[in-house]
């Protein structure tokens, strides 16, 4: 006789404990075999956003040659010989402070960014920069194209930056390059700051010129600039693909981040690029107030920096890169030779 006793035919049979850790293990390791990939294109969407504000604070520049025949330039055209006076009679650094019309080059070329009415409603460049409340709200703004998108600072406002007596004030990823010299805070005077970064081998009948990289700078943009009158591609010796214009910054490792600033929106080649980036303590006061080892360049791009050539083109930049290559890329009339 054939048993005929039930079975459950087709019943579905559940996952061990073992083969759901095996499974979940599996999925571990695709998420950590996708999750660089994924990184690495965001960042490479950031990177190519930034090296189109780059380009267009570059065109900007251009625009303003043709039209004014000089770049843009910092300080203040009706007391260029301001402030920083260390005695009674001193010329000064014509650079700092609010009580001036010591506007950056960023802010003079706002009209060149189809930015003419902000210009305007702050009264650049005549305006002191503490004038009336639209000026003061002006200073306050943010601009999307001066933001890097891999720049992590925020809030894009502070009320923090330096010699600026605390008006509140948008800061910047980019900023004009100083030059490759460095080492004193004081025109015409002697050196008031020693820094390890000052230049070395520099002729002494002219060192002060050589070493005052802050109101004599050997690039194309620095604070008070203006006093030198024009700056021109004819200047540019060493050709305008061989010379930085703009770099980047991040404003949260350095109090002198300031976008219509003259005293924030310029840095220097003589430091090192990316100074501050993962040291221990690097965002203290004491840190981003030290302005002889951060009035530089840093960017949050794996590896380096980029910076804009005075001919519009973007180089990036390795962290790593020699100092002196670093140097002879920002000057304008070195007279360097600088490999690819």
Same mark, same amino acid.
Request: charged share 15%; proline share 6%.
């Given at each position: ?8 035919? !087709? ?32 960042? =490479? ?58 506007? =950056? ?67 910047? =990823? ?24 000052? *230049? ?33 591609? =004819? ?38 690029? *990316? ?36 001919? !519009? ?28």
């Amino acid at each position: 006789m054939k048993w005929t006793g039930s079975t459950r035919q !087709g019943a579905s049979r559940a996952f061990t404990l073992v083969e759901l850790l095996v499974v979940i293990a599996i999925i571990g390791i695709l998420v950590a075999l996708l999750l660089p990939a994924v990184q690495s294109a965001r960042e =490479s969407a950031r990177r190519t956003k930034c090296v189109n504000n780059l380009k267009q604070l570059a065109l900007a520049c251009h625009n303003h040659h043709d039209v004014h025949q000089t770049f843009p330039r910092n300080g203040s055209a009706s007391d260029p010989l301001s402030s920083h006076a260390q005695i009674p009679g001193d010329r000064g650094t014509g650079c700092c402070g609010p009580g001036a019309p010591h506007w =950056s080059w960023i802010a003079r070329a706002l009209p060149f960014i189809e930015q003419s009415n902000v210009y305007n409603d702050a009264g650049v460049p005549t305006n002191n920069l503490n004038a009336n409340a639209q000026t003061l709200a002006v200073l306050a703004m943010a601009p999307g194209f001066l933001a890097c998108p891999s720049d992590e600072t925020s809030p894009r406002t502070r009320t923090t930056s330096a010699d600026l007596g605390g008006i509140t004030v948008g800061v910047t =990823s980019y900023k004009g390059v100083s030059g490759g010299n460095w080492g004193a805070d004081y025109y015409p005077g002697s050196v008031a700051v020693s820094t390890p970064y000052s *230049n070395a081998n520099v002729n002494e009948s002219n060192a002060l010129d050589a070493r005052n990289g802050l109101e004599i700078g050997d690039g194309l943009l620095w604070r008070a600039d203006i006093r030198r009158g024009p700056m021109r591609f =004819s200047d540019i010796l060493d050709g305008s693909s061989n010379t930085f214009l703009i770099g980047e910054d991040i404003p949260k490792f350095i109090n002198w981040n300031a976008w219509p600033y003259t005293n924030g929106a310029v840095g220097t080649c003589a430091i090192p690029p *990316n100074i501050g980036i993962g040291e221990p303590q690097s965002t203290t006061l004491a840190q981003v107030g030290n302005w002889p080892e951060r009035y530089s360049f840093r960017s949050r791009h794996p590896g380096g920096l980029q910076f804009a050539n005075a001919d !519009g083109s973007v180089r990036f930049v390795r962290s790593n890169i020699a100092l002196l290559t670093y140097r002879a890329l920002a000057t304008r009339g070195g007279g360097e030779t600088v490999a690819e």
